[in-house]
């Protein structure tokens, strides 16, 4: 399916929902693709991406990247204290804030550096043991200690679980941001994004559904 294709569902979904046009950012999810294929996307004029690693989204945007002050990354996996720095210079969003000591890390070196990435809250709505966020009943503690923090909260995100109805989880993610006065809901992925837009979603994250499966 071609990018057009995409922003086409996307703009429909969207005027389904009665919303406004344009309400919606399409992260193409480039993480693992090779780079003939990014490439390919980068071309047709999509401009916003998501990686899942801090050294292979340097690898991949050094030379993609290269000359284009339109590019817009996110960082959309999880991310380990040890490259906070690395990741707030290169991404201009950071999708996977999920625990006490890497949001004050990352209040730290926004404090060092003069600047910080919009940051989402990553919130495990199924309360998956093998899955990084924050316990949706933690949420609102969550949220209040970053914003004590500082730090430029932007909104929440979620990856319901594989098996799951994921409207439910989607509601439920709304339902936080609401109550906390968050606007930003990075949810819905190749499956579910139209389902993620009904619920309000600002940020979907597509990654087959524009590239292919992944090699």
């Known amino acids: 399916m071609s990018l057009i294709d995409i922003q086409d569902r996307i703009d429909a979904a969207v005027a389904?929902?009665?919303r406004p046009p344009g309400s919606v950012t399409l992260?193409?999810?480039?993480?693992?693709?090779?780079?003939?294929?990014?490439?390919?996307?980068?071309?047709?004029?999509?401009?916003?991406?998501?990686?899942?690693?801090?050294?292979?989204?340097?690898?991949?945007?050094?030379?993609?990247?290269?000359?284009?002050?339109?590019?817009e990354l996110h960082l959309i996996g999880p991310l380990q204290t040890?490259?906070?720095?690395?990741?707030?210079?290169?991404?201009?969003?950071?999708?996977?804030?999920?625990?006490?000591?890497l949001a004050k890390t990352i209040a730290r070196i926004a404090d060092e550096i003069g600047t910080c990435p919009?940051?989402?809250?990553?919130?495990?709505?199924?309360?998956?043991p093998q899955k990084a966020g924050v316990l949706p009943d933690d949420a609102d503690g969550f949220i209040r200690d970053c914003r004590e923090l500082d730090l430029p909260l932007k909104g929440l995100m979620c990856i319901p679980p594989a098996d799951a109805d994921p409207t439910p989880h989607f509601q439920l993610l709304a339902g936080i941001a609401e109550?906390?006065?968050?606007?930003?809901?990075s949810m819905g992925m190749s499956g579910d994004f139209e389902a993620a837009i009904a619920c309000g979603a600002t940020h979907v994250r597509v990654g087959s559904a524009i590239f292919g499966a992944r090699d």
Not at 179 to 185: A, E, F
């Open 16 to 18: 389904s929902a009665g």
């Open 179 to 185: 109550r906390n006065g968050l606007v930003g809901l």
């Open 82 to 101: 040890n490259k906070a720095r690395q990741a707030m210079e290169m991404f201009q969003a950071i999708h996977s804030v999920d625990r006490p000591k």
């Open 118 to 128: 919009d940051l989402f809250i990553q919130v495990n709505t199924g309360a998956e």
């Open 27 to 71: 992260i193409a999810v480039s993480k693992i693709q090779p780079s003939d294929r990014v490439r390919a996307v980068l071309d047709a004029g999509q401009r916003i991406f998501g990686e899942n690693r801090v050294q292979e989204a340097q690898s991949r945007w050094t030379e993609l990247g290269a000359g284009r002050d339109d590019l």
